[in-house]
């Protein structure tokens, strides 16, 4: 039987959301200034009966020092 892993602690969050980056500042339109922060991966978890069938969902939380994020993904696995 092989295992692989799918998210650890440490991992860049936008490889399960493009979104979850941070940017030091914003200016008045609500776009980032610089270079993005990627919100690296601080917890994650199976959602309570999250297995069913071919789908599998997760809960991930990230964070940086000043910027948090979390989200409950939902996948199609293959058997």
């Not at 959301?17 to 270079?35: R, V």
């Not at 069913?52 to 996948?75: F, K």
Request: aromatic share 12%; net charge negative.
């Amino acid at each position: 039987m092989q295992f692989t892993t799918l998210v650890a602690t440490g991992m860049d969050g936008t490889l399960f959301d493009p979104a979850a980056i941070y940017y030091a500042s914003y200016d008045q339109n609500g776009e980032g200034i610089g270079d993005p922060i990627h919100l690296l991966v601080t917890s994650m978890g199976i959602e309570r009966d999250g297995f069913r069938g071919n789908a599998l969902v997760i809960n991930i939380g990230m964070v940086t020092e000043a910027y948090g994020w979390s989200g409950i993904y939902l996948t199609q696995v293959q058997k």
